[in-house]
């Protein structure tokens, strides 16, 4: 029970940065490795037609969160997209124990998951601000790395999410704090740095 709820939460968390990466991960790990194994439905994730319309999402949600502004826009359309998103990954997850009732991995995957997502959503624009939407790339990219190191610790080795998710949660808010702070510079590119 323990494992699958730290799993869960592992891959749960990163959902509110990106909505298809972790499913896409989940249903590689479920399609082509014998460490995950989804149950009935939510072994559709990882059908043929599953992993096809996520590898046709992807793009779509990886790009538009490196665009000023665009990526704005985007979160705001996440905002109905990334909670659900998060309560499916928690209850797909946990569906691999019979000791953890949908309904419990429905809520926490909907809190944790939705929590994450606020918390983007509300920070990201002060990120545009100080740095010129020149950062958001640059935080887009380290939202991607913290998406990837999480989902794939939290399914492979669940213990690992009690360190990983913590280490990635610090390293996109660091991200956030360096480049709305003004203490990185890009090469001139950002407005004027802010003084005391």
């Known amino acids: ?50 992993i096809i319309i996520l590898l046709l999402i992807l793009p779509i949600e990886l790009i538009a969160d490196k665009i000023a502004r665009v990526d704005h826009a985007n979160d705001l359309l996440h905002t109905i997209i990334r909670p659900p998103a998060g309560a499916l990954m928690m209850m797909a997850v946990t569906s691999q124990d019979d000791h953890i009732s949908p309904v419990i991995g429905l809520i926490l995957g909907l809190l944790v998951g939705g929590t ?48 990983m998710l913590p280490l990635c949660g610090w390293f996109v808010y660091w991200t956030y704090m360096k480049l709305r702070s003004g203490q990185v510079r890009l090469g001139g590119l950002m407005g004027p740095s802010k003084t005391a």
């Open 1 to 50: 029970m323990i494992t699958s709820l730290l799993s869960g939460l592992g891959a749960t968390a990163p959902v509110g940065l990106n909505s298809t990466l972790p499913l896409l991960i989940l249903a590689l790990a479920d399609r082509f490795t014998g460490l995950v194994t989804l149950d009935q439905p939510y072994n559709l994730i990882s059908s043929a037609w599953g």
């Open 116 to 163: 994450v997502h606020w918390l983007k959503t509300t920070n990201r624009p002060a990120v545009t601000i100080a740095t010129n939407g020149v950062g958001n790339p640059i935080v887009s990219m380290a939202e991607d790395v913290a998406v990837i190191g999480c989902t794939v610790v939290a399914l492979l080795f669940p213990y690992g999410a009690i360190v």
